[in-house]
């Protein structure tokens, strides 16, 4: 994976590049290199190359994995070019490309392309997904919260259920394509005579035409509304996990539903809270005193103060476990544990008094603790 190229760089675009960006650099270096067309030694391997990163970047789920994890975010996804085939092209690119590369056979009239690209418009479709993120606090977090967010959705319009049409009875079959939503074109070349299928330039590729346009979308099939809608947060999630909201995507196509709007989470850090799997941290000071002869102190949770009983010859670093005050599991709903880091503060100023309490705490010592570690090496 390490030696693999930016998808970004094998289409020679820029990270933000838009859709038709995208999708005309594709056809460009798709034509350029394809075998039958570039026999250069090296065209074949830049051809499933060019394939693979158009795979990614023209599927939106994809996209978002790969531009926020890299290659290593396309390991969950399944498939691809690896034998330089086109599963990632629709039929407008085959269309486009084959009349490049097959030119000299005197057209593609066999290859019935047209036929499932019209079903594939006029059918109802899902609307792609959307993504966003948002910044939420540590202990929302680990409680759970509810957060309200402004969201712009097209959302099909009740009065004509998406046709775009006053009424049932305004919408006839397009007499330009006759209803197949694509049209035929023509050309003669040195090579023969070639024909491609296109969009039907009256009906946009849907097959209908409308008579009479609905007054409530302006004929459009969906109306543009701004929604506040409230997301639930759940206990336990932690960063660059997702929540979804069903429905708030991209409109759907021909009455298809729209897509999902997936909102992925991050955590602001703590001031002294740390996550670890379900997890918390918290370091705690305490007197060399405190430490020597054991100490009962309140220790911060996420759930509020827990008593805490600190025991006599307590070290330094050492970990004290306050068991189910930890982080809920999303799956299980068991909650992890906190763990007390124990940090054993020295004081750089004393009393008078507190000096000459430790002089005459050293003075009974027959032996230093430094005394007993140099006789270790003797």
């Not at 994890?69 to 269309?95: I, K, R, T």
């Not at 897509?259 to 002294?272: A, N, S, T």
């Not at 405190?290 to 600190?310: F, I, K, Q, R």
Request: hydrophobic share 30%; aromatic share 8%; proline share 4%.
């Amino acid at each position: 994976m390490a030696n693999k190229r930016d998808y970004y760089e094998v289409l020679g675009l820029s990270k933000g590049a838009s859709d038709d960006d995208i999708k005309k650099a594709y056809r460009k270096l798709a034509k350029k290199y394809h075998p039958d067309v570039n026999k250069a030694a090296d065209a074949e391997e830049k051809f499933k190359e060019i394939n693979e990163a158009y795979e990614v970047l023209s599927d939106s789920s994809k996209k978002a994995a790969y531009d926020q994890f890299g290659h290593a975010g396309m390991d969950g996804f399944q498939g691809g070019f690896g034998s330089g085939g086109f599963s990632g092209m629709g039929m407008d690119d085959l269309s486009d490309i084959f009349s490049t590369f097959m030119g000299g056979m005197g057209g593609f009239s066999g290859f019935d392309f047209g036929r499932s690209s019209s079903s594939r418009r006029t059918a109802p479709m899902k609307g792609d997904n959307r993504y966003m993120s948002m910044d939420i606090d540590f202990l929302d977090a680990v409680h759970g919260v509810e957060k309200l967010v402004n969201i712009t959705v097209d959302k099909m319009c009740s009065h004509c259920d998406g046709t775009g049409a006053a009424s049932k009875s305004d919408i006839e079959t397009c007499p330009t394509c006759r209803g197949s939503g694509r049209v035929t074109r023509q050309s003669r070349t040195p090579f023969g005579v070639i024909q491609q299928q296109t969009i039907c330039p009256d009906c946009r590729g849907n097959g209908k035409h409308i008579k009479k346009i609905c007054p409530h979308c302006n004929g459009q099939g969906y109306n543009t509304t701004k929604e506040q809608v409230e997301v639930s947060i759940p206990a336990g999630i932690n960063t660059g996990q997702q929540v979804r909201l069903q429905g708030y995507g991209e409109r759907g196509e021909n009455g298809g539903p729209n897509g999902d709007l997936y909102i992925e989470i991050r955590v602001r850090p703590h001031k002294h809270f740390t996550r670890d799997g379900n997890n918390i941290h918290i370091s705690v000071p305490i007197s060399a005193i405190d430490a020597t002869l054991g100490t009962t102190v309140d220790v911060p949770t996420a759930y509020g103060d827990v008593e805490l009983n600190v025991p006599a010859g307590t070290q330094p670093g050492q970990q004290l476990r306050l068991k189910g005050y930890g982080i809920k599991d999303l799956r299980t709903n068991n909650l992890g544990d906190q763990y007390v880091d124990i940090q054993i503060e020295i004081p750089k100023k004393l009393t008078k008094e507190e000096k000459e309490l430790y002089e005459k705490l050293a003075h009974r010592k027959k032996e230093s603790v430094f005394d007993k570690f140099k006789k270790s090496f003797k």
